[in-house]
């Protein structure tokens, strides 16, 4: 048995995890990196005179006594009301994500179902209004928004990143949609249900998968937004990206650093336990063909 186990490393197997490995390495090393320097000082974590203060932390235990320090976190959460940014994000993914989800499925399901041509050209023009850089939506939005005074509120924020996001939404899933034969609908409704009744009761189920990724991706295109959120939502308001930015500092105003690379990974964890809670059903709805449709 051992032997034949041998026999199938082969050295195609070898070289295929090893690159494996490297890009694991790759990816997580900036991530994890940034993990560590975070509880470090600034003077440790971009030193000029030996960058591997950073991994002792020398000026860190000089500072604070300690080689690790939770300075960067209390700074960004608790001085600088970080929390406030991560609340306005979680209310501005949550309703985009639902609403363009709702609005998505139901249009992708109606499109797929259409025997129209019209289909076509309404999934065409919404894939231009999709490619169209972010920054020229929002600057035909600014002079309504300021004439209406409805800017730097969530709300019109979260209507225009839905507009943004539905394109993409009624993409992938039509795409799912198509793979899903029609028999299912039609033996439903001859079972008696209405049309509604045969979508929501036999065929969300078995698409439940492609929702999941259709939903991670529109969270990501919210959570990890700039353009839109930096320009149209107050100070008070802002999300954590546009937050993360402001602690840099400006030319006329100096920052802290190590504010930002706490909230940066504050902001990171999230996003792995989401995929890491969902990974089976994005698998299955990235399998299930609806990237490649």
């Known amino acids: 048995m051992a032997t034949k186990a041998q026999s ?39 030193s000029r005179a030996d960058w591997r203060n950073a991994l002792y932390g020398v000026n860190t235990v000089r500072e604070t006594g300690s080689a690790f320090t939770l300075d960067g976190y209390y700074g960004a959460w608790v001085q600088e009301e970080f929390w406030r940014a991560a609340l306005n994000t979680g209310i501005v993914v949550g309703f985009t994500v639902v609403i363009s989800l709702t609005i998505g499925t139901l249009g992708g399901y109606a499109l797929a179902r259409s025997g129209f041509r019209y289909a076509f050209w309404l999934l065409m023009l919404a894939l231009v209004f999709r490619a169209m850089p972010h920054i020229t939506l929002v600057s035909g939005y600014l002079l309504p928004f300021f004439e209406w005074n409805i800017w730097g509120i969530l709300p019109t924020t979260i209507i225009v990143l839905v507009a943004i996001n539905q394109p993409f939404t009624l993409w992938m899933l039509h795409s799912f949609f198509l793979n899903i034969p029609k028999d299912l609908d039609e033996s439903a409704m001859v079972d008696g249900c209405t049309r509604f009744q045969a979508f929501r009761h036999v065929i969300i189920p078995v698409m439940w998968p492609g929702v999941i990724t259709t939903g991670l991706f529109s969270f990501l295109l919210a959570y990890n937004d700039f353009a839109v959120t930096s320009m149209l939502l107050s100070e008070r308001n802002e999300t954590m990206i546009p937050a993360i930015a402001s602690f840099l500092g400006t030319t006329q105003e100096a920052g802290n650093v190590m504010f930002a690379v706490a909230a940066v990974v504050s902001a990171t964890v999230p996003l792995f336990v989401l995929v890491l809670f969902f990974q089976r059903q994005i698998v299955s709805g990235l399998t299930a063909g609806a990237v490649k449709g």
């Open 8 to 46: 199938r490393i082969t050295p195609l197997t070898v070289i295929s995890v090893s690159f494996v490995i490297l890009w694991l390495v790759i990816a997580s090393f900036p991530f994890l990196w940034t993990l560590w320097g975070s509880f470090k000082v600034e003077s440790d974590f971009f």
